[in-house]
Antibody
């Protein structure tokens, strides 16, 4: 079964850091581009970051550029999101998603991990 | 940045109704338009990709159309399990989601 499982969320103070992880299974992880998408409470979906299959290319939303870093370990079938200088506005459920190789739609989603930034 | 605008933001409909949701892009995105369904407390689920291609396992009552800047998601006969929030997404230049359309029971 194709599966993505996020972990690492929690409560963090403003200005703090957190690392999210996403464990992939059921498919050849190293062949797929991956993303992080987030959803603030009661709000819509916001794309956060993208990484190519090899890990050589990354993109970020303007709202997180310079503060978040996406990375991956293809040997361990894992995706990461390193989040620094966290703000209240970063409070959200963070989803790990798989991108289709041709049309870039997100065809597999994890269940999400919750990040709360609050003092 | 490409902005995506959905309408309406919410709608009330009855089982069996035909429902149409529209999505407009701030610039041409060719056919790089995808639709997702999200139920409360759950992750989004891909329904339609590349404007009109039905994702495997998605019922045929869902369909998509459009090109350029204007796109439509249609549910031909609304079923109880279709009450949810629907999001469009452009994947032409990075990714942007519409603000969502909540489909509620009338």
């Amino acid at each position: 079964e194709v599966q993505l499982v996020e972990s690492g969320g929690g409560l963090v103070q403003p200005g703090g850091s957190l690392r999210l992880s996403c464990a992939a299974s059921g498919f050849t992880f190293s062949s797929y581009e991956m993303n992080w998408v987030r959803q603030a409470p009661g709000r819509g979906l916001e794309w956060v970051s993208y990484i190519s299959s090899s890990g050589s290319t990354m993109y970020y939303a303007d709202s997180v550029k310079g503060r978040f870093t996406i990375s991956r370990d293809n040997a361990k079938n894992s995706l990461f999101l390193h989040m620094n200088s966290l703000r209240a506005a970063d409070t959200a459920v963070y989803y790990c998603t798989r991108s289709n190789q041709n049309y870039y739609y997100m065809d597999v989603w994890g269940k999400g991990t919750t990040v709360i930034v609050s003092s | 940045d490409i902005q995506m605008t959905q309408s309406p933001s919410s709608l009330s409909a009855s089982v069996g109704d035909r429902v149409t949701i529209t999505c407009r892009a701030s610039q041409s995105i060719s056919s790089s338009l995808n639709w997702y369904q999200q139920k409360p407390g759950k992750a989004p689920k891909l329904l339609i990709y590349a404007t009109s291609s039905l994702q495997s396992g998605v019922p045929s009552r869902f369909s998509g159309s459009g090109s350029g800047t204007d796109f439509t998601l249609t549910i031909s006969s609304l079923q109880p399990e279709d009450f949810a929030t629907y999001y469009c997404q452009q994947s032409y230049n990075l990714w942007t989601f519409g603000q969502g359309t909540k489909v509620e029971i009338k």
